[in-house]
């Protein structure tokens, strides 16, 4: 704004066709235009730094106005936050982030109000991180994969067969080893709230069953944008092509690839199955969703706004992680009406795991030795 004022000031003597240095009249009117415009321009800066966000879009929250201020003070105005998701609103994960928004609006007495953009309206897991980390959304998801781009110890999610069901997830996630992921995001702007459920990932394919790693030589299978993910499918022979979620369909239906790899239940609500032939229970990497906030709005808020925040965040993924258990057999039984579901058997999905074993080398590379070590010894 001083850049502004100097360049305005400048331009306002020069429109009034008075160099600054000729005439001492000059110079004392020009001193007193600039003080004029200095006052106006201040008073109007001031005005003009209050942020007003889009009106919600998502049900009956109250108009959005300022976000808190860095106290997290009151203004004695709603304060708004903004929650952009990837998911379908038929997923279980648009129905954590309503649950979240109960919470809050309940706890906080309608003094916090929280507007939910779901199904990519705000982009895909990147975009919905960026945006965390910049302000311009105030929270959001996204899958574990691209969140280690932000913050490369998230590559420890991605060690192929890490995790044996789903308890063993929420003990470790939900204890010391998640809890240090989600320090490390604060370095990198945001507040991490915990991890809920995208769920155990499974191979789908146009045209081949597969059922063994040498059936995908030369398979062009997507992966998210994720060098770990990549790595994974290069050594089980597959041709893994990185594409952004909201592309997929598309992709496949153009069979400019040939298959990619989902949890069941977001297979069946994106519709991917319908433009495939096959699903392969492979299960070969089980995918949170990181749920974050941008953390200069969270340490804006007060003490007590940011318990609530805390407590809607924990009984959103509660519940988020009961419903996806739910769908995912629910989706599976959905899939197999339209597709061949093939159920691998444990020594053919070993044979996956036996092949992928070299990728953890590269995780250390990439995530340090010490939280791989941590989460290889938590999952023995
Ligand atoms: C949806 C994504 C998706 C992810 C992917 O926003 O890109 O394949 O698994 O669930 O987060």
Redesign the pocket.
């Known amino acids: 704004m001083g850049l502004k004022i100097e360049v305005f000031a400048n331009n306002v003597c020069k429109y009034q066709n008075v160099t600054l240095f000729k005439e001492e009249q000059n110079m004392k009117k020009c001193i007193a235009m600039l003080l004029v415009v200095l006052v106006s321009i201040t008073m109007f800066a001031g005005c003009a730094s209050k942020p007003a966000l889009e009106p919600s879009n998502s049900g009956d929250s109250q108009k959005a106005t300022e976000a808190p201020k860095a106290s997290g003070e009151k203004t004695g105005k709603t304060i708004t936050i903004k929650v952009a998701?990837?998911?379908p609103e038929d997923?279980s994960?648009h129905a954590g982030w309503i649950k979240f928004k109960e919470v809050v609006e309940a706890e906080s007495k309608g003094t916090m109000a929280v507007e939910i953009y779901p199904n990519?309206q705000l982009g895909?897991?990147r975009e919905?991180m960026e945006g965390c980390q910049l302000g311009n959304i105030t929270a959001g998801?996204?899958?574990s994969?691209?969140v280690a781009s932000f913050e490369p110890s998230f590559f420890v999610l991605d060690i192929p067969f890490l995790f044996k069901s789903r308890q063993q997830v929420y003990e470790i996630l939900d204890g010391e080893a998640g809890k240090a992921l989600l320090k490390n995001l604060e370095a990198k702007k945001l507040k991490g709230l915990g991890f809920s459920e995208?769920g155990f990932?499974n191979l789908t394919t146009s045209s081949v069953a597969v059922r063994k790693p040498e059936d995908l030589k030369g398979m062009k299978v997507?992966?998210?944008?994720n060098a770990i993910h990549i790595a994974t499918w290069k050594l089980l022979g597959a041709n893994p092509t990185p594409i952004?979620?909201?592309e997929?369909f598309t992709a496949l239906q153009q069979k400019t690839i040939d298959g990619?790899?989902?949890?069941f239940e977001?297979i069946y609500s994106?519709k991917l199955h319908e433009v495939q032939k096959y699903a392969i229970d492979t299960q070969h990497i089980y995918?949170p969703?990181v749920i974050v906030m941008n953390i200069d709005f969270y340490n804006g808020l007060s003490e007590e706004n940011k318990k609530i925040v805390d407590k809607a965040a924990k009984e959103s993924i509660e519940l988020q992680r009961s419903i996806a258990a739910e769908n995912e057999q629910k989706a599976k039984e959905k899939i197999k009406e339209k597709i061949e579901v093939i159920e691998l058997t444990d020594a053919e999905r070993d044979a996956f795991r036996q092949m992928t074993k070299p990728v953890i080398e590269d995780v250390k590379a990439k995530a340090g030795t010490e939280i791989v070590d941590i989460f290889l010894n938590a999952t023995k």
């Open positions: 998701h990837g998911a997923h994960s990519q895909g897991d919905i998801q996204s899958s994969a691209p995208n990932r997507r992966t998210m944008e952004a979620f909201g997929l990619q790899e989902n949890p977001l994106t995918s969703l």
